[in-house]
């Protein structure tokens, strides 16, 4: 069944024509070398929903292929709407809305950098329906952005993502060994302007 309607942002807000998103996306498919696999995308409001927080998981049988963590926002400045996005083997994604893309079917431009590869990537989202929407990645080759199988996905009715056994973690990239020490819960207090003592934790 189709889950309840998505809370939505402040009316004035720009992300709020995009609150149906709000919630999970289930799919599934077959990829080469892969087999089939399952995939969800969680998209939830955030930071009193200025930003949506989001997560993508794929799986295969009950051991996750893949999976990221990003933010989306508004950039004022430029009219668009922003995302960035941080994969589990070290890559980082970001890209912006772009052309003839509105709230209902919008086109993301952008570039995934990592450890193994560079990749200049477009994808489309378009809500098809209350609770499904189809998604096309494109990957560029050459000058030409060239367009992967559609992928087909419906609003899942709890709102929860599956559980999943966690991927093996790797140590951290070099450059990260250094911020060892800082990882963990930092909690203190601080004072504001108006002399209010204030509680803080990292």
Request: glycine share 12%.
């Amino acid at each position: 069944g189709a889950a309840a309607p998505p809370a939505h942002a402040a009316d004035d807000s720009p992300l709020a024509p995009y609150a149906w998103l709000i919630g999970v996306w289930t799919g599934k498919g077959e990829a080469p070398g892969m087999g089939a696999y399952t995939d969800e995308y969680l998209y939830e409001w955030t930071m009193d929903r200025r930003f949506m927080k989001t997560t993508y998981v794929m799986r295969v049988g009950d051991k996750i292929a893949w999976t990221d963590v990003g933010m989306v926002g508004w950039d004022a400045a430029r009219g668009c709407m922003v995302g960035f996005n941080f994969g589990m083997e070290g890559s980082i994604g970001w890209g912006r809305t772009i052309e003839d893309s509105t709230a209902e079917s919008f086109l993301m431009e952008g570039r995934v950098v990592g450890p193994d590869h560079n990749q200049d990537f477009r994808v489309r989202m378009t809500r098809t329906g209350p609770d499904s929407l189809d998604v096309v990645m494109l990957s560029k080759q050459g000058d030409t952005y060239v367009p992967q199988p559609k992928q087909s996905y419906v609003r899942k009715g709890s709102g929860q993502m599956d559980p999943s056994v966690e991927p093996d973690a790797p140590a951290p990239p070099e450059g990260l060994k250094t911020l060892a020490p800082l990882a963990g819960t930092w909690a203190g207090t601080a004072t504001d302007a108006a002399g209010k003592k204030l509680a803080v934790e990292t």
